[in-house]
């Protein structure tokens, strides 16, 4: 079955760490999307990338870095510069074209001990 | 000023009750509407989208009035299995971005 897979499910990071999360899809999607979502909040854009070897900053994107070398991939950095990284993170990915919404992976849970 | 705002709630209603959730949206611009549901923990999932002559999904009715910029979700009958935050998105033409707004929560007790 196609989708996308996030991974790990939960994550620990100390002071001073940088933690990659990993996005994986097999939708054969163009577009990827880090969201960040914090308790009672909505979600807010980090990066996001059309197509391949390129990306875009979203609305909070310092303290965070991506790559896309692999249409399938989205991998996530969050850098020690990154204050406040205990959040729930969310990967999705569409097809821009047909404006079908996006699917969303089942998210990664950061907390910061 | 949020691009997408709406009540947060919660929303309390006895199972059959019909509830209705409103949102509105900033952008004039804004050229696609959603509906995504998101239960407690999880991600969001697509519920509807929604079309500017209005649309139904059995027990769910999206409506869309671009001259106020307001978009509307109506549940008939609700279940226990409906509560969950109730997540209204738009995107903006010429841009493949959604932009959330942070929900409406929906408690339906028995």
């Known amino acids: 079955d196609g989708g996308i897979t996030q991974s790990p499910k939960y994550l620990f990071r100390k002071e001073g760490q940088n933690v990659t999360l990993s996005c994986e899809q097999n939708?054969?999607?163009?577009?990827m999307y880090w969201y960040r979502q914090d308790p009672g909040q909505g979600l807010r854009l980090i990066y996001y990338s059309q197509i391949v070897n390129d990306f875009q900053k979203g609305d909070i994107a310092e303290g965070y870095s991506v790559s896309r070398e692999k249409k399938e991939s989205f991998p996530l950095t969050v850098t020690s510069a990154q204050k406040n990284p205990t959040a729930f993170y969310l990967c999705?990915?569409?097809?821009?074209?047909?404006?079908?919404?996006?699917?969303f992976g089942s998210g990664t849970r950061l907390t910061v001990v | 000023r949020k691009e997408v705002e709406q009540d947060p709630g919660p929303f309390n209603v006895p199972e059959g009750a019909t509830v209705a959730f409103n949102c509105t949206y900033s952008?004039?611009?804004?050229?696609?509407f959603f509906w995504y549901r998101q239960d407690c923990r999880k991600e969001p999932k697509l519920l509807m989208s929604v079309y500017s002559s209005g649309n139904e999904d059995g027990r769910f009715t999206a409506q869309l009035n671009r001259a106020s910029q307001y978009i509307s979700l109506l549940i008939r009958d609700s279940k226990l299995s409906d509560s969950a935050t109730y997540l209204c998105?738009?995107?903006?033409?010429?841009?493949?971005?959604?932009?959330f707004g942070s929900g409406t929560r929906l408690l339906v007790r028995p």
């Open positions: 999705a990915s569409s097809i821009p074209q047909d404006n079908y919404g996006y699917t």
């Open positions: 998105v738009v995107n903006i033409k010429g841009s493949y971005k959604l932009i």
């Open positions: 952008n004039s611009a804004s050229q696609s």
């Open positions: 939708l054969n999607h163009d577009a």
